[in-house]
C-alpha cells in the first residue's frame, strides 16, 4: 500500500454565536483511548483574532498532541488543552 492511501488528515473547526472560530489538524486517524496520547509534531491548533487566522504549533516540550476517547477529544497539552470537545460541545 502507498503513503498516499494510508494519509488520513482529520480537521475539526468549531464556531460560536459571536464569530470564534477555532480548531485542529490532526494527520492520524483517532482511535479512542483512555491513555494513550496519538498524532505527531505536525498536529496544530488554529484560532481566529480579529479576523486573522493563527496557528499554534507544538513547541517540543512534551510529546502531547491528541487525546481521545469515547466521551471527549482533546488537543494539545502541557498545562491545558488547547482544544477540548465533548458532549456539551
Known amino acids: 500500500m502507498d503513503w498516499f492511501q494510508m494519509l488520513v488528515i482529520t ?13 485542529s489538524l490532526v494527520e492520524v486517524p ?3 483511548s483512555n491513555k494513550k496520547y496519538q498524532g505527531t509534531n505536525s498536529t496544530f491548533v488554529f484560532t481566529n483574532i480579529s479576523s486573522h487566522l493563527v496557528i499554534y504549533r ?7 498532541f491528541t487525546l481521545c ?15 477540548y470537545l465533548d458532549g456539551d460541545l
Open 11 to 23: 480537521f475539526q473547526v468549531v464556531g460560536d454565536r459571536i464569530g470564534a472560530v477555532f480548531g
Open 30 to 32: 483517532l482511535r479512542p
Open 58 to 64: 507544538p513547541t517540543g516540550l512534551n510529546r502531547y
Open 69 to 83: 476517547n469515547i466521551e471527549f477529544l482533546a488537543i494539545g497539552g502541557g498545562s491545558h488543552f488547547a482544544v
